[in-house]
């Protein structure tokens, strides 16, 4: 224990090799916090140094290597305690702090952001991406976020900086207006929004927010099928492109008819016939009219008359049970009520009244 104890005494290179993929901030460690006057401090590439004398922050170091000495830090060298047994009233501390950008991070929405879409109304969406951060300020970092904490990774900052950015991205998505059809294409719009509103929110923990990416946004499965029916229906809307695309496709295999020397072309006018022949079929023809009537006017045949000219007549009066009518098939004149397909014209007569009695 004693040797080992001699030995940190007389350590005098202060760095650090960072081998770990999230360690944002790395306290140095010593027995008692007693760093040797004259030690070493090397700061490499990507890092920052943050010394701590007796509790308050003394000076911020960039890459480089510098000596630990009375002239430039408020520190005692340890060998001046030598006396009390290496056990120094002075503590120091110094904080390494990883300068490089922090990639893949992980954000995503827990629970779905109703927004009111332009074309749908309400719905519920859901969205994930990644986003890069880095330290910017070391001592403000360290003050705000890490404090005494000797590792500190980039797990035990990532909830606060995830809720940040769901909470900034519900705000915009709302507030946007873009349909929900048409988010596809603004993801780098959205990034970069989200990104601006909510930098300066990062900025008071010591750190920047480089770079936020919205990978997707979703839509609940049943307005998922939703949509693909309407899209199949858009698809199919022009039945004739439609059929004249697919018969033009099997003509096109081994064995139709451009197989048989009909060729592309003719298969693709074939196709197109086809087409027209099922979407471009005529109309059936209308209904045939119901037999129509000749009718006895002052002593002249007038008509033929369909069967709504006839009901206006009997309606008017111009029609009666005793006019003569007459049609193809009949042997001759006859009167209206006697006819079977006009007797619906004239409603039954009510029978004659009792006789009263006297």
Same mark, same amino acid.
């Given at each position: 224990?004693?040797?080992?104890?001699?030995?940190?005494?007389?350590?005098?290179?202060?760095?650090?090799?960072?081998? /770990?993929?999230? $360690?944002?901030?790395?306290?140095?460690?010593?027995?008692?916090?007693?760093?040797?006057?004259?030690?070493?401090? +090397?700061?490499?590439?990507?890092?920052?140094?943050?010394?701590?004398?007796?509790?308050?922050?003394?000076?911020?170091?960039?890459?480089?290597?510098?000596?630990?000495?009375?002239?430039?830090?408020?520190?005692? /060298? $340890? @060998?001046?305690?030598?006396?009390?047994?290496?056990? /120094? #009233?002075?503590?120091?501390?110094?904080?390494?702090?990883?300068?490089?950008?922090? +990639?893949?991070?992980?954000?995503?929405t827990k629970n779905p952001i109703i927004l009111r879409d332009p074309e749908f109304g309400p719905i519920r969406v859901r969205a994930f991406g990644t986003y890069v951060m880095r330290i910017q300020d070391p001592a403000l970092?360290?003050?705000?976020?890490?404090? +005494?904490?000797?590792?500190? $990774? $980039?797990?035990?900052?990532?909830?606060?900086?995830?809720?940040?950015?769901?909470?900034?991205? =519900?705000?915009?998505?709302?507030?946007?207006?873009?349909?929900?059809?048409?988010?596809?294409?603004?993801?780098?719009?959205?990034?970069?929004?989200?990104?601006?509103?909510?930098?300066?929110?990062?900025?008071?923990?010591?750190?920047?927010?480089?770079? @936020? @990416?919205?990978?997707?946004?979703?839509?609940?499965?049943?307005?998922?099928?939703?949509?693909?029916?309407?899209?199949?229906?858009?698809?199919?809307?022009?039945?004739?492109?439609?059929?004249?695309?697919?018969?033009?496709?099997?003509?096109?295999?081994?064995?139709?008819?451009?197989? +048989?020397?009909?060729?592309?072309?003719?298969?693709?006018?074939?196709?197109?016939?086809?087409?027209?022949?099922?979407?471009?079929? #005529?109309?059936? #023809?209308?209904?045939?009219?119901? =037999?129509?009537?000749?009718?006895?006017?002052?002593?002249?045949?007038?008509?033929?008359? =369909?069967?709504?000219?006839?009901?206006?007549?009997?309606?008017?009066?111009?029609?009666?049970?005793?006019?003569?009518?007459?049609?193809?098939?009949?042997?001759?004149?006859?009167?209206?009520?006697?006819?079977?397909?006009?007797?619906?014209?004239?409603?039954? =007569?009510?029978?004659?009244?009792?006789?009263?009695?006297?």
């Amino acid at each position: 224990m004693i040797w080992n104890r001699l030995f940190g005494e007389f350590v005098d290179v202060i760095e650090w090799l960072d081998d /770990s993929p999230n $360690t944002l901030v790395y306290r140095f460690p010593r027995p008692g916090n007693e760093i040797k006057y004259g030690a070493k401090l +090397t700061v490499r590439e990507g890092q920052m140094a943050v010394f701590i004398h007796e509790g308050e922050m003394a000076d911020v170091f960039a890459p480089g290597m510098y000596e630990l000495q009375t002239q430039n830090l408020p520190i005692l /060298s $340890t @060998l001046q305690n030598w006396p009390h047994g290496f056990q /120094s #009233p002075f503590k120091s501390e110094i904080y390494f702090c990883n300068m490089r950008r922090f +990639t893949d991070l992980k954000w995503g929405t827990k629970n779905p952001i109703i927004l009111r879409d332009p074309e749908f109304g309400p719905i519920r969406v859901r969205a994930f991406g990644t986003y890069v951060m880095r330290i910017q300020d070391p001592a403000l970092f360290l003050r705000e976020i890490v404090g +005494t904490d000797g590792r500190f $990774t $980039t797990e035990e900052i990532s909830n606060q900086i995830r809720n940040i950015i769901v909470a900034r991205f =519900a705000d915009v998505i709302a507030k946007s207006g873009i349909p929900i059809l048409d988010l596809a294409g603004n993801y780098r719009q959205l990034s970069d929004f989200v990104t601006a509103k909510i930098a300066p929110e990062i900025q008071v923990y010591g750190l920047e927010l480089t770079k @936020l @990416l919205v990978e997707n946004v979703s839509v609940p499965s049943e307005v998922e099928r939703a949509l693909d029916q309407r899209s199949a229906a858009g698809i199919v809307g022009d039945l004739q492109r439609y059929m004249t695309f697919q018969t033009a496709q099997a003509l096109g295999q081994p064995g139709g008819a451009a197989a +048989t020397g009909v060729g592309l072309g003719a298969g693709i006018a074939m196709a197109q016939e086809a087409a027209k022949a099922v979407t471009s079929a #005529p109309a059936p #023809p209308p209904l045939p009219n119901a =037999a129509a009537f000749h009718v006895a006017e002052g002593g002249t045949a007038a008509g033929p008359f =369909a069967m709504p000219e006839l009901e206006a007549r009997a309606r008017d009066g111009r029609l009666t049970r005793a006019t003569l009518v007459w049609r193809d098939g009949m042997a001759g004149w006859q009167a209206a009520g006697e006819v079977l397909e006009l007797r619906r014209l004239f409603p039954p =007569a009510p029978p004659p009244l009792p006789p009263t009695g006297g």
